[in-house]
């Protein structure tokens, strides 16, 4: 079994930054690549971005391309995701998960562990 903790979520003005950390505990089989998602209010949880186990491969969906920076440190078995220019439509609960898929996925089902997710919310 994996846990997984989110950390560094907060209230920001538009344009500002954040990191979200991503703490990773546990017994673990195997690698995992990891991912970020969002959950705004009344919204579906969506694909943010994703990083394969070895940090060599990583994918972002396009409304936060070249904003977002998605990275991680395995020898302290933390992922982080740098947040840049921040919009009010960034505004959301980010969660960060598991998958024993080597690059990541774009699928929630796809991903076997799960943070209970930290607020970002962009004042305008």
């Known amino acids: 079994q994996v846990q997984l903790e989110e950390s560094g979520g907060g209230l920001v003005q538009a344009g500002g930054s954040l990191r979200l950390s991503c703490a990773a505990s546990g017994r673990a089989d195997r690698p995992y690549a990891m991912g970020w998602f969002r959950q705004a209010p009344g919204k579906e949880r969506e694909f943010v971005a994703a990083i394969s186990w070895n940090g060599g491969r990583t994918h972002y969906t396009d409304s936060v391309q070249g904003r977002f920076t998605v990275g991680r440190d395995n020898v302290e078995n933390t992922v982080y995701l740098q947040m840049n220019s921040l919009k009010p439509e960034d505004t959301a609960v980010y969660y960060c998960?598991?998958?024993?898929?080597?690059?990541?996925?774009?699928?929630?089902?796809?991903?076997?562990?799960w943070g209970q997710g930290t607020q970002v919310t962009v004042s305008s």
């Open positions: 998960a598991a998958t024993k898929i080597y690059s990541g996925s774009y699928y929630l089902r796809e991903y076997d562990f």
